[in-house]
């Protein structure tokens, strides 16, 4: 179905570079492709702390995201908690948001430099001739499930009594908006056999929406809907919290959760780009052996929904969906591609616009860093 693997194609054409051995900060313009770029980024690596020395304010940043307090998010919040980003002189305005959509919106609308949120988004905006990419992975599946609400499970006999039944989801464009589209895809049931109601990403507002049955279905991400099930408030139907789950889901592995931002400000703030970059993957690394104490200690107790064994539990569900190494794999795009073309018949993605979602290069600087 698809033909040779796309190759990321390079952003750096272009980049303005401050002279570090003039004092002035005199500005120099150089041309440079993919090998400069990434020798300049090394470089900036290698010399950061002589960098760090000479930098009159810490740079600033602003990320919007929704679900901030979610494990979906888990390796940023780990990246801030563990002081990656301060001490590398990076202030972080954060943009929280009530969906996916959202957090897109404010990108496009100049309010914010970078979003974390689903990697199709990149495939939406490319398709619509924006040019955003994402630069680095944070998980391999979308951690999002479908439950039914435990009063409808009791008296459900077949999925034919899910039609016409009121679903929860953040907003419509969402993550959550497109997993449950490929639910129902999956149990031979259409969108227009639902209607979707949009609730947004607060905890408090999802459970309630659960409890009072504004809402006979929930699609949505974790902790929440573990603590829900614990709760025996929700039955699962179906979910994609771990590679084996997702992989069922999609027909083979997945993209996720993901930093991205317009293509411009890659170009021309890089080695903020790679301070993020370097951030996850660091905490993507820390995360690998640090025990369930280790975690707790660094991500907020709010974060808990009031109950450390549920938040745990949640972790254990989808700890083995982060990414091992910030890395977008072929296969993984593929499938991502395949996902989306299911839900969206007709626009202007083709081939050459999934080459345009994503760069590994920051990921490999970092791996590099990392593993020195």
């Known amino acids: ?6 190759t990321s194609i390079a952003l750096y054409a272009e980049l303005i570079i401050i002279d570090g051995n003039d004092s002035r900060g005199i500005g120099v313009l150089h041309e440079l492709g993919r090998r400069e770029f990434s020798a300049l980024v090394m470089a900036s690596v290698v010399l950061a702390p002589g960098f760090a020395q000479a930098a009159v304010a810490p740079q600033k940043i602003s990320i919007a995201l929704a679900a901030k307090t979610s494990l979906f998010h888990l390796p940023l919040v780990l990246a801030e908690q563990l002081g990656l980003f301060k001490n590398e002189g990076l202030q972080i305005d954060w943009l929280e948001c009530e969906s996916g959509l959202q957090a897109v919106q ?9 979003v974390s949120g689903a990697f199709e988004h990149t495939l939406d905006l490319q398709a619509r001739g924006l040019n955003y990419r994402a630069f680095v992975l944070q998980g391999r599946a979308p951690q999002i499930s479908v439950g039914l609400a435990t009063r409808k499970a009791l008296a459900m006999k077949s999925l034919d ?15 959550t908006h497109w997993l449950a ?12 056999q639902v209607q979707f109601i ?13 409890r009072t049955g504004s809402v006979d279905t929930l699609c949505h991400i974790d902790p929440v809907m573990h603590y829900l099930e614990q709760k025996n408030e929700l039955r699962l139907l179906a979910d994609t919290r ?10 083979g592995p997945m993209l996720s959760a993901c930093l991205f931002g317009k293509g411009e400000f890659l170009q021309k703030r890089p080695d903020v780009a790679l301070t993020l970059t370097r951030g996850v993957v660091r905490a993507l690394q820390w995360l690998k052996t640090a025990g369930p104490s280790d975690i707790l200690k660094m991500v907020p107790s709010h974060n808990w929904m009031g109950d450390r064994a549920i938040y745990l539990g949640a972790l254990e569900n989808v700890r083995n969906s982060y990414s091992l190494d910030g890395m977008f794999s072929t296969e993984a795009l593929q499938t991502a591609w395949r996902a989306r073309a299911s839900r969206v018949s007709t626009d202007r993605a083709n081939w050459t616009t999934l080459a345009k979602t994503y760069t590994n290069e920051f ?9 020195s």
């Not at 589209?181 to 227009?192: F, I």
């Not at 990921?363 to 593993?371: D, E, F, G, M």
């Open 106 to 114: 404010l990108a496009l609308s100049g309010q914010a430099d970078v």
């Open 161 to 175: 009594d899910l039609k016409s039944i009121k679903m929860g989801i953040s907003s419509l464009g969402s993550g």
């Open 198 to 210: 949009e609730l947004g990403s607060a905890t408090g507002h999802l459970v309630e929406a659960v």
């Open 363 to 371: 990921a490999l600087i970092a791996q590099r860093k990392v593993n």
């Open 181 to 192: 589209q490929q639910w129902l895809l999956k149990a031979k049931l259409t969108a227009e």
């Open 242 to 251: 771990s590679l084996l789950s997702s992989q069922r889901m999609f027909g």
């Open 1 to 6: 179905m698809f033909p040779d693997a796309p």
